[in-house]
């Protein structure tokens, strides 16, 4: 099944800002929008947005996602340590009646 | 608090089955859709099954129809995952997440699936 396209890594200095993107289709993001997903090194995955800019109980304002036709987008404001992680993005596929997973972003922060 | 755990993982030989399980509390589970997902060692995320609160609801992804089955018993709060068939690609951490208001909202540890002859 064809996945969404996230960019392999990115990288940014403390207390910057980054945004990272997630491409689909109009059968995927831009039909149903795209959950966002960090997961620490040998940690399970957390929600931290779901139907674009929707933030579960307890995840930082600093998290914002947000979707321009097929891309979605999730900024992370004020970078702290811990916000190096992996994040994906996911999205239901009407066409393929299946939940797509982007391959992930490696967020480095220096 | 919501916690999910999996078990039912291990090393097993090309060819073989396993059944795993994902044992729910802290929530109305009879409420809850619920998804398994895996990784495999190093790789990203892949989302392998759903199924709907009641069970009458069940979707696959094409890398494991007709070989994994999803099912769950309300009565016991777990979850469960068939698998038969398996190959070295089936190699992977298996986990299973809730969905009420939102999908993946909480994940269980995860349990080891290793195929290796």
């Known amino acids: 099944q064809a996945g969404l396209t996230q960019p392999p890594s990115v990288s940014k200095g403390l207390r910057q800002t980054a945004t990272l993107t997630c491409t689909g289709n109009?059968?995927?993001?831009?039909?149903?929008?795209a959950v966002w997903l960090q997961q620490h090194q040998g940690h399970p995955p957390k929600l931290l947005s779901y139907?674009?800019?929707n933030r579960p109980s307890g995840i930082s304002e600093r998290f914002s996602a947000s979707r321009s036709g097929n891309t979605a987008s999730l900024t992370i404001t004020g970078l702290q340590p811990e916000d190096e992680a992996d994040y994906y993005c996911s999205a239901w596929d009407s066409s393929l009646s299946a939940w797509v997973f982007g391959g992930g972003t490696k967020l480095t922060v220096l | 608090q919501v916690q999910m755990v999996e078990s039912g993982g291990g090393v097993v030989q090309p060819g073989e089955s396993l059944r795993l399980s994902c044992a729910a509390s802290g929530f109305t589970f009879s409420d809850d859709a619920m998804h398994w997902v895996r990784q495999a060692p190093g790789k990203g995320l892949e989302w392998l099954a759903f199924?709907?609160?009641?069970?009458?609801?069940?979707f696959y992804a094409d890398s494991v129809r007709g070989r994994f089955t999803i099912s769950r018993d309300n009565s016991k709060n777990t979850l469960y995952l068939q698998m038969n068939s398996l190959t070295a690609e089936d190699t992977a951490v298996y986990y299973c997440?809730?969905?009420?208001?939102?999908?993946?909202?909480?994940w269980g540890q995860g349990t080891l699936v290793t195929v290796s002859s």
């Open positions: 139907r674009n800019n």
């Open positions: 199924i709907r609160n009641d069970g009458g609801v069940k």
């Open positions: 109009s059968n995927n993001v831009g039909n149903q929008g």
């Open positions: 997440a809730n969905e009420n208001q939102q999908p993946f909202d909480y």
